[in-house]
Nanobody
Framework: QVQLVESGGGLVQAGGSLRVSCAASGRTFSNNAMGWFRQPPGKEREFVAAISRGGGNTYYADSVKGRFTISRDNAKNTVYLQMNSLKPEDTAVYYC?????????????????WGKGALVTVSS
C-alpha cells in the first residue's frame, strides 16, 4: 500500500506560479513511478505529468509542456509539480498518483494509488 497526500493547492492569478507537493508513505517510494493527473470542473480526469522511479525520465501532456515541471526527491518521499504561466483552463483538482511505470501513466492513464486531490484555481 502507498498513501499519498497532496498539498500546496490554492488560488492564483493567470500568469502566476504555484507548486503542489505530494508526500508518500507506505511502500518504498523509489519503487514507484509518480505522476500528476487533474480533473477540471465538469470534465473527466486527465494525465498531466509523470516521472520515472529514478527521476531520469519525465512525460508531460501537450497542454502543459513547457509550463509545468515534475520532479521528485526520493530522500524526502515527495514528488512536486511546479506550475508556471498558469491559465484559467488549468483550474482543476490535481491528483498525485503512483504506478509501476511512468510510461503507462502517460500513455494509458494507469495508476495503482491515488491521493485525495488538491484544488488549484486560476483566476483571469
Amino acid at each position: 500500500q502507498v498513501q499519498l497526500v497532496e498539498s500546496g493547492g490554492g488560488l492564483v492569478q493567470a500568469g502566476g506560479s504555484l507548486r503542489v507537493s505530494c508526500a508518500a508513505s507506505g511502500r518504498t517510494f523509489s519503487n514507484n513511478a509518480m505522476g500528476w493527473f487533474r480533473q477540471p470542473p465538469g470534465k473527466e480526469r486527465e494525465f498531466v505529468a509523470a516521472i520515472s522511479r529514478g527521476g531520469g525520465n519525465t512525460y508531460y501532456a501537450d497542454s502543459v509542456k513547457g509550463r509545468f515541471t515534475i520532479s521528485r526527491d526520493n530522500a524526502k518521499n515527495t514528488v512536486y509539480l511546479q506550475m508556471n504561466s498558469l491559465k484559467p483552463e488549468d483550474t482543476a483538482v490535481y491528483y498525485c498518483a503512483a504506478h509501476s511505470t511512468a510510461l503507462a501513466m502517460a500513455n494509458l492513464g494507469r495508476a495503482d494509488y491515488w491521493g485525495k486531490g488538491a484544488l488549484v484555481t486560476v483566476s483571469s
